[in-house]
C-alpha cells in the first residue's frame, strides 16, 4: 500500500479496506492494532493521484478514534494518515475539518513525543495551508497557543515545521494576523530569525513576508517594534538568493508603509543604525542580477536623503522605536 498511488488504488479496488476495519476493536491487541492502523495509513499516502473520496470516507472514522489510544504508535500513524489526508486540495482538507477533529491535533503538537508530535504539526500545517475558513478552524483548535514552544524546539526540523505552520497563518486576512501578535507569536518569530536553524530561518523570513502583506500599518509598526529588522537585514549576508528578494521585497514593503506614515527618514535611520544600508549597497555587486535590481530599486527610492542631524528615530520607554501611527483607519 505504501510503495506507490497504483499499488495502493490496486488494494482499495480489491476492497481491502472492510476487512481492515473490521479488525479494529477495543480488543484488538496493540502489536496487531499497531500493524492494522500503519496499513490503512499507508492507504491514505500518495497524491497523482490521491486516494479515492469514497475510501478516506471509509478510513477517516477509524482515524479520528485511533487518535485517542494510549499507544504512541498508533496515535502516530493515525497522525500520519491525518496529514496525508489533509496534504491536498481545500475540499480534502475540509472533509477533516469537519470530523471535529483539530483540537486534538493541537494537542498532539504539545505532546513531549516526537513521534507524535511531528504529523500532528504537519496536519496542523496543511489545515492553515488551505482557505481563511479552515486557518481559522485550527486558530479556534487553540494552535496559536502551542506554536511559541515549538518556535523554540530544540530540533531544528520542529521549528521550521512551526515557522512554516506561522507564515501559512501569516498570509490571512489583518484579523487573524492580530490573533498572531495578541497571542504572542513576533517575540518567538524575531528569536528564531535572530538564532535558528537557517531552514527554519528561510520559512520565518516568509512569516514576515506574509505578515506585511496583509497587515495593517498598526501591525506592521507592531512588527517594527518586536525587533524584526535586524535579523531580517542580518540574513541578507546569506547565500540564497531567494530568501534575499523576500527580504529585499518586506524591507521595500516596509518603506511604502513608512511613506503611509510619513516615517520614511526615521525608518531609514533605523535600517542604517541595524548595518542594513551597507548590506543592501553590497547586494548591487550580486551575482544574481534580479538581487542587484531589487536592492537598486531601494537605493534610488529611500536611500538618498541627506545627512540630517535632527533625525533620529524617536525611542520609547522600553527603548524600543517608538513608530506612532495616529488612531485613523489605515488601509493598503
Known amino acids: 500500500a505504501g510503495d506507490g ?49 469514497d475510501a478516506v470516507k471509509k478510513m477517516l472514522p477509524v482515524f479520528i478514534c485511533l487518535v485517542e489510544h494510549e499507544d504512541k504508535d498508533v496515535i502516530s500513524d493515525s497522525c500520519w494518515a491525518l496529514s496525508y489526508l489533509t496534504d491536498g486540495s481545500n475540499d480534502r482538507i475540509q472533509i477533516v475539518v469537519d470530523t471535529g477533529i483539530l483540537p486534538r491535533l493541537v494537542e498532539l503538537m504539545a505532546s513531549p513525543e516526537l513521534i507524535v508530535m511531528t504529523p500532528a504539526l504537519r496536519a496542523i500545517g496543511n489545515v492553515v495551508a488551505g482557505t481563511d475558513e479552515q486557518t481559522q478552524a485550527a486558530i479556534d483548535a487553540g494552535v496559536l497557543a502551542v506554536l511559541p514552544c515549538l518556535l523554540r524546539h530544540a530540533k531544528p526540523t520542529v521549528q521550521k515545521e512551526a515557522a512554516w505552520t506561522l507564515s501559512n497563518i501569516a498570509a490571512g486576512p489583518s484579523r487573524q494576523i492580530q490573533q498572531l501578535i495578541t497571542c504572542g507569536l513576533l517575540p518567538p518569530l524575531v528569536e528564531l530569525l535572530d538564532k535558528g536553524d537557517f531552514k ?133
Open 200 to 332: 527554519a530561518q528561510k520559512e520565518a523570513v516568509w512569516a514576515v513576508a506574509n505578515f506585511m502583506t496583509g497587515g495593517t500599518l498598526e501591525q506592521v509598526v507592531d512588527l517594527l517594534q518586536s525587533g524584526v529588522l535586524k535579523p531580517l537585514l542580518n540574513l541578507l549576508l546569506a547565500k540564497d538568493s531567494k530568501t534575499i528578494l523576500i527580504i529585499l521585497d518586506t524591507i521595500s514593503n516596509l518603506f511604502l508603509a513608512a511613506e503611509k506614515l510619513g516615517e520614511t527618514d526615521r525608518l531609514f535611520l533605523l535600517v542604517e543604525e541595524c548595518g542594513g544600508v551597507e548590506k543592501i549597497e553590497a547586494l548591487q555587486t550580486h551575482d544574481n542580477n534580479m538581487v542587484y535590481r531589487a536592492a537598486l530599486n531601494i537605493i534610488e527610492k529611500y536611500f538618498s536623503i541627506e545627512d540630517n542631524p535632527d533625525l533620529q528615530p524617536g525611542t520609547n520607554q522600553d527603548g524600543q522605536y517608538d513608530f506612532s501611527v495616529e488612531k485613523e483607519d489605515f488601509d493598503f
Open 5 to 53: 498511488p497504483l499499488y495502493r488504488d490496486v488494494l482499495i479496488n480489491s476492497n481491502v479496506i472492510p476487512p481492515l476495519l473490521a479488525l479494529v476493536s477495543p480488543v484488538t491487541p496493540v502489536g496487531f492494532l499497531r500493524n492494522i492502523t500503519w496499513t490503512l495509513s499507508n492507504l491514505c499516502r500518495n497524491k497523482n493521484p490521491y486516494p479515492p473520496l
